[in-house]
C-alpha cells in the first residue's frame, strides 16, 4: 500500500523473505532488518520528474544530496525530504557554467560540494554559497599518457582537502589531486592476475597467436566512499575476493576478512546468475559498511571484521524492490537507495532486529562490552540462525576477562581462531590463578620423590646391597 503526503510516497513492506549464509556458507532464513517506509521521487517534491539520477550523498547533518543527471542538476534535501533547494550551473569568470550529464557527487563537513561534472570532463568545487572554489580538469603529469581524457564518474575528498576521483578509462586506481587541484598519483589500482600457464605460452607464440590471447589489463573500479578517519572503501568488477577493499594512504588494501566468507555479496548463485556486480559502496560508523549490487538489487552490510550483518532489497516491481539500483547512502540508521530507470529513491528504515544488532557492533566497536553482549544475544533470541552474533558475544566475554564463557560462544560460532585465543587466555589466566597450589604440590610432589629415593637407598644397603 502506498499513500502520499507532504511531497512523499510512504510504502508498506508486504514482507519480502530475507535471509543470510550460515558457516558452511548455505542460505539460511532471517528475520528482515530493514523494510521500505517511502518513495520520493520529483514529481512529488513538485520540481518536476526527475531523469536518470545517477547518485546521492547524506551530508553529517543528514541533508540529502541528488544528482539528477538528465537535467543537469543538484537537489538539495532535508533530513525530512523538504526540498531546500535545486541548482543546475554556478558561475565562472561572470558567466553561468552550467553542469553537463554529473555522474558524481561528494559533499564535505564544511559543506563544500564537489561534482564530477561529466559531460564537461571536470571537477566541480563549489563553497556552500554555490560560489567557485576551484575547478579540476585535464590533469598533467608524467604518470598520464599525452591522450588521456579526463572523464570524471566519482568523487570524494578527505579531511586533508585531498580529492580522489573515479575516472573512465583508469585502470591504475583513483586519481589524486592536492587541496590546489594538482594531480599528484593513482591509489588503488587492482593487481593482474596472470595465469602462469598462458604467460609461458605467450613466450613462444607468435604475434598473431599472441593477439588472440587474453589482455591482463586490471579491473575498473566501481565505486568509492571515506569513513571518518580518511580511510577509502572502494568495489570494483574484479571477480576474485577483493571486490571490496579498504585503502589506507599507501593504497595498501588493509580490509579485515575475518568472516566465514570473503565480503562479496551472494555467496551462493547460479551459474547463469554469476557473481554480484558491486557498483557502489557507503560506510557508515563504527566500520560497519554497506554494498549495492546491481545485478540482484540487494544491499549487503558488513562489519569492521567482514562479517555478514544482514541483506535487504532486490529487483522487482514490489515495494523495497528496484529496477536499475545504481546509488546508496546511510542517513543514521536509514538507507536511501537511488533507482534510476524509475527516477526515484525510497527510504528504508531499520525493523527492531536491525536496530539492535547495528547497536550491539556499534557498542563492541566504542568497547561498550556489557552492552554488546547484551544487545547480540537479543540479536541472536530474534534469530538463532546468525552465527557471527555468538562471536561478538564471545568477543564482548574476552575483553570482560570471562575466558571459559567466551570458549563456548566461540565453540557455538565455529570460530576456530578466536577459540584457540580463548583457550590460550582461559588456560594462562587458570595456571596464574593456581600458581601457588600448583607450585605447593610440585614441591610436595618432588619432596615425596626424594624421600621415597631416600628409603629405597637405605633399604638396600640394610640388604648388603651396594649402590
Known sequence: MITAEAGLVHAKSDGAPSYNYSF??????????????????GESLGIGAFKEPNDLHVTKDLDVYILDSGNNRVVHLDENMQIIREFDSFRLD??????????????????DIFIADTGNRRVVHLDNQLELVKIIDEPESELIDDNFTFIPVKVVTDFADRVF????????????????????????????????????????????????????TPTELTSLDIDEQGFIFATNMDSSEAVIKKLNARGDDILRREGYFSP??????????????????????????????????RIFTYNGDGHLMYIFGGLGNKIGEFHTPVAIDRSGDEFIVLDRELAEFTVFTATEYGQTLNEAVRSYETGDEEQAHQLFQEAVDMNANLEFAYTGIGKALLRQDEYKNALHYFERSLDQSNYSKAYLLYRNHALRDNFSLIMTGLIAVTAGVLVLIYYRRKSKRKRGVTI
Open 165 to 216: 576521483v573515479m575516472a573512465e578509462g583508469v585502470f591504475d586506481g583513483f586519481m589524486e589531486f592536492n587541496v590546489e587541484g594538482d594531480f599528484t598519483t593513482f591509489i588503488g589500482a587492482n593487481r593482474v592476475k596472470v595465469d602462469p600457464v598462458e604467460y609461458l605460452w605467450k613466450r613462444f607464440a607468435t604475434r598473431e597467436q599472441r593477439s588472440q590471447m587474453v589482455m591482463y
Open 94 to 111: 561572470g558567466q553561468l557554467s552550467q553542469f553537463v550529464n554529473p555522474q558524481g557527487i561528494f559533499v564535505n563537513d564544511e559543506q
Open 264 to 297: 562479496i555479496g551472494d555467496v551462493l548463485y547460479t551459474r547463469s546468475g554469476g557473481a554480484s556486480q558491486l557498483i557502489d559502496i557507503s560506510v557508515a560508523d563504527n566500520e560497519i559498511y554497506s554494498v549495492l549490487d546491481s545485478k540482484r538489487g
Open 24 to 41: 558452511w556458507e548455505e542460505s539460511v532464513p532471517a528475520p528482515a532488518a530493514y523494510h521500505p517506509t517511502r518513495l520520493v521521487d
